[in-house]
Structures are given as C-alpha cells and as structure tokens.
C-alpha cells in the first residue's frame, strides 16, 4: 500500500514568459532522469544523492513517462559493504565501494500528474515525517534544472492541506491570536477569485500576517479566510487560536500549521498490477479524481 502526500510543483514565469505547460513539465523529470543516471554510472551517487541520516540516502530511482505524467519511484538506502546494484537490482559480491552499490533499499513511489502539476509521494519518503524537509530535498533536485531550462522562471512548492484540518479550526476557535499565510500564484486556468488575480498580474507570491496584539481577535475575517482556502493547495498556513477546555472555564492556545496536516490518500495495489508501472498508472487515474475532488470541496465552501 502506497500512502501518497501532495506538493503543488510550479514554475511560474517571470514577466511576459509563457506558461511552461505539460511539456515544460514533463522534460523536467526527464533530465532529473538523465542527471540520476549520469551520477550512477559514474559511481558519484553518495554525492549526488541526499544525506537523510548518517549512512542513509535519498534519490531518484525509476521514471515511468505516461500520457501527461511521469511516474516511478524515488529511493532510499543505507551505504554498505552488503551490496545490491542501484541501477540493476543484481547482488554484487564484492566488497568494493567503487560501484554504485547499497543495501536496505526501499522504492518510494510518486506519481506526478503534469497537467495540474501536483507531485503525490509516498509519505515515507519525509525524513521522520518531516514534510518540510522533504520539500528541501524535492527543492534540491528539481531547482537546479529549473534555473538551467527555464532561466526566466521561478521554482515553488508547497504542501497541500487537509481541508478537514483548517475547518476544524474555524469551528473549534473561539479567539485568534495571530496568523501567518503564503499564497503563491497559480499556473494554468484552475484558478478562482484571489488567485486568479494573482496570476493575471503575474504576482508570483503574496504574504499576509496579522495578530491581535496583546488581547485576541474574537473572528477571522471574511477576506482573510478566502486567502487561507487558496492557501491549502497554493500556500502555507500557521495559526495560533484559542478553544474551550471540555467541562472549564479555561482555555488553551493552539497552533494549527499547514505544513504538519498534509492532505493524504491510502492506495493499495490490485491483482490485476503486474508491476510497479502498472499500479502506479492505476494511481495516477485516482489521484485525479481525488484532487479534483478535494478542491471542489475547498472552493465550494
């Protein structure tokens, strides 16, 4: 079973540049593909590939190009002397370093859907469940390409929220005492209202921040929770608010942070998936389906 996380991934263009577009999109895991398997045969995978831990590793594995897609798996493994070839699977015994070799390797499958450019990664692949940390490493990988095809362009990612999570909040709160939120513009034509405007004037990101002072705000207002909606699938939100102790008088400060409530989706593999290839096609048809629904529910509120 695959648990799969969202990273809205966009390029946004600077100016009068045009969109890059499910192509622009696309070449790019291509040449990630390109850049992996340069550092592999060349044995400077160590260097290459990300650090998560002291004789752990991170990296870009294998690339399945779909009909508006790119699927595969990302990896992690220990260095070792107890080998196995990163790029065959076959068993090496020899001992040396030299090879592009490791052990304790794990596949993490991620399907990329590069019409509406949302990366869905297993949840396995952030260190400790660290999703900001995962965004550096997919920051790591991706910018660098970025900055060298499309040099009149900008690289963000964020993390799509549980709408749930947010919602919870508005219902629970009975005071606010501050509120920070990033809203980065849209790409394509699935924008509404604020960010829609946003991308029209080719403002790439807006930054509000807003608090009480020293007493609390009894409500959030009206413009400020439309931002905080585009915020969940174009931004980050950090609350902090107060609910009612059950059976008290008392209260207590919360924190609500969108980048530890990721919006997740549990997909098992069929009989009918003969190989990773397979499922993770199977996967990117419902993952589809699935955003499309989520962001229904957010603009419908």
Do not use: W
């Not at 060349?42 to 009909?67: D, I, M, R, T, W």
């Not at 969940?232 to 102790?245: D, E, N, S």
């Amino acid at each position: 079973m695959a648990s799969f996380i969202f990273y809205n991934i966009q390029v946004l263009p600077n100016e009068t540049a045009e969109e890059i577009g499910v192509k622009g999109y696309k070449k790019i895991f291509s040449l990630l593909k390109e850049k992996n398997n340069e550092e592999l045969k060349s044995g400077n995978h160590l260097s290459y590939h990300f650090k998560v831990g002291k004789n752990s590793y991170f990296g870009p594995y294998e690339f399945f190009s779909e009909q508006g897609g790119v699927n595969g798996n990302f990896i992690k493994y220990n260095d070792s002397d107890d080998v196995t070839d990163l790029l065959t699977d076959k068993v090496l015994f020899s001992k040396s370093k030299k090879n592009a070799a490791v052990s304790g390797k794990k596949k993490i499958p991620f399907v990329f859907d590069a019409k509406t450019h949302i990366l869905a990664i297993d949840q396995s692949a952030a260190p400790s469940q660290e999703y900001d940390k995962l965004l550096e490493i997919l920051m790591y990988y991706i910018n660098p390409i970025v900055k060298n095809l499309f040099p009149e362009y900008t690289l963000t990612i964020n993390l799509l929220s549980l709408p749930s999570a947010l919602d919870e909040v508005f219902a629970n709160a009975i005071s606010y005492k501050n509120v920070e939120v990033s809203v980065f513009a849209p790409n394509g034509d699935d924008a509404e209202d604020i960010l829609e405007e946003m991308r029209k004037s080719k403002m790439q990101k807006l930054q509000l921040s807003g608090s009480s002072g020293d007493s609390s705000m009894i409500s959030i207002p009206n413009f400020l929770k439309k931002i905080l909606k585009s915020a969940q699938t174009h931004g980050k939100i950090k609350l902090r608010y107060r609910v009612q102790l059950q059976n008290s008088n008392e209260t207590k400060l919360m924190t609500y942070d969108s980048e530890k409530s990721p919006l997740k989706l549990n997909l098992r593999h069929n009989k009918s998936d003969k190989d990773d290839r397979g499922f993770l096609r199977g996967c990117l048809r419902k993952i589809r389906e699935f955003c499309e629904l989520k962001n229904d529910e957010i603009q419908g509120d």
